[in-house]
């Protein structure tokens, strides 16, 4: 008989079962919002019902989780900070013995509620969007005003000691400035983070694409920016989507092909998200789908439908876990791509939005097409 | 200081046992964010801890549920309690100084 106490869970293996219930449930707890950011995923989705719910399905809900050994709860929106009852909220949340991030744009973070989450010991981190070093640049997408009131919240926040990251969204009109949020937020506001994604081909973002989403010349930039501030920064600037994790995931797998390596477990097949086994999404209005990005995907409604039975048994939710099992093979889009065997298909929400089916590459993350387009890897950096 | 084989370790409350289908599950302590993985033995000893066992009276109620436990047994358990303690996920009561 052995005893194992293993100090770190393991990632989730692609032939492991399911867990019982999900480790991490995001809440979008308002659909309200008191900016209009020209690249939110989250607004103008024609899919989505956008209305609140009243605090007691909230608080009820939160017991379910407790009830379920959920461990931690993401509040998200719309802006989470807008609801009056947020912090009768996080109090039922930590009563449920579970942990809680928020995630906002930093904007109505007052001393009351910014003390109250520094009181409950449980706050895992605020993440504010922060989209440049200066007003100028941080206004041009989330209006005037935004970013004096965005620093302002994370200053609030720094005061009351609540843990504090950064997000920064990557487009057009903030690219060339990379450089000089870095400093910001990591010298001037001494954040001990941040993290970087991109404009993404969703939500209000759709309309506005042609103009805010970076294109090939700015992608490359923006990752050898990133990659160069990875060095100054060691460990401070993270991503798990956008030019930074491109750059990485695209350096290792250049690497591979020319060393012509084998293939790791899970590369050449859909398996690049593993959220499906890990969380689930509630949205404002209460329903079930298996990521904020995957808002159409109905699974169910909350204090309905039990969150154990969404979790094990839902069809749609089931099959897209079951993404992992297509080899990329079997697609015309990667049909004769030498990085094949070490692609895993990147985004699923992200596939959907751009080709209409989950189960398919996203073309947005496809090392290819960046190269076709006349993009090249900044090779002495990539996947250091 | 008590030899701690011979208290009772008390787990702590808000500790969360998230049981998973193969039978192994995580602790999880959300006042510290800690989460350790424990094998099937790992939750059984973890279910025993009420505040009135012992750590003998666990390895014996152990060594009754399971077949061919081996002679190591009682190190392991009481390492694996030892470890929990460490981690903040049980306690021992201790006794009130006179006033």
């Known amino acids: ?384 | 200081m008590q030899n701690l084989r011979l208290q009772a370790p008390v787990p702590n409350p808000l500790v969360v046992l998230r049981e998973e289908f193969d039978d192994w599950a995580v602790l999880f302590n959300p006042d510290t964010a800690r989460a350790v993985g424990v094998n099937p033995i790992g939750v059984s000893v973890w279910k025993l801890l009420d505040g009135r066992r012992t750590v003998d009276q666990i390895v014996r109620e152990i060594d009754r549920q399971y077949d061919s436990v081996p002679e190591c047994a009682p190190d392991d358990i009481g390492g694996f309690i030892d470890q929990l303690a460490t981690g903040g996920f049980v306690g021992y009561e201790v006794e009130r100084a006179a006033p």
């Open chain 1, 1 to 384: 008989m052995t005893l194992a106490l293993r100090k770190h869970l393991p990632p989730p293996a692609m032939t492991a079962p399911i867990m019982r219930t999900p480790r991490t449930v995001d809440v979008e707890i308002t659909a309200r919002c008191n900016l209009r950011c020209r690249y939110c995923y989250f607004f103008d989705n024609p899919s989505v019902q956008y209305r609140d719910l009243p605090t007691d399905e909230w608080l009820a809900f939160f017991e379910e989780l407790g009830s379920c050994g959920v461990m931690e709860v993401t509040l998200a929106g719309g802006e989470p900070f807008i609801r009056k009852d947020l912090a009768q909220l996080v109090d039922r949340i930590v009563a449920n013995r579970m942990r809680f991030s928020i995630l906002s744009n930093g904007s109505l973070i007052t001393d009351q509620i910014a003390a109250h989450l520094a009181r409950t010991g449980r706050c895992s981190a605020v993440q504010v969007s922060v989209d440049g070093s200066c007003a100028e640049v941080h206004d041009s997408c989330r209006g005037t005003g935004s970013f004096q009131r965005a620093v302002h919240g994370i200053r609030i926040l720094q005061t009351h000691g609540v843990p504090v990251t950064a997000r920064v969204t990557i487009h057009r009109f903030n690219v060339h400035d990379l450089h000089g949020t870095a400093v910001f937020l990591l010298e001037e506001l001494g954040l001990p983070s941040f993290s970087t994604n991109a404009a993404g081909y969703l939500g209000s973002c759709r309309t506005n694409a042609a103009w805010l989403m970076l294109g090939t010349e700015e992608r490359q930039l923006a990752m050898e920016i990133l990659l160069a501030l990875h060095r100054r920064y060691p460990g401070r600037i993270t991503a798990s989507a956008g030019p930074m994790a491109e750059a990485r995931l695209w350096g290792r797998m250049e690497r591979a092909r020319l060393e012509r390596a084998a293939g790791s477990p899970g590369e050449g097949a859909l398996t690049a998200c593993g959220c499906p086994f890990t969380r689930l999404t509630v949205r404002a209005d209460g329903t079930y789908v298996p990521c904020t990005m995957l808002a159409h995907m109905r699974l169910g409604t909350i204090n309905r439908d039990p969150l154990i039975k969404v979790w094990q048994t839902s069809e749609d939710l089931n099959r897209l876990r079951g993404r992992r099992s297509f080899s990329l093979k079997e697609f015309d889009f990667c049909a004769g791509c030498s990085y094949l065997p070490y692609c895993t298909g990147n985004c699923p929400a992200l596939a959907y939005a751009m080709t209409g089916s989950v189960d398919h590459p996203s073309p947005d993350a496809c090392l290819r097409n960046f190269l076709r387009n006349g993009g090249s890897l900044p090779l002495p950096l990539a996947g250091s």
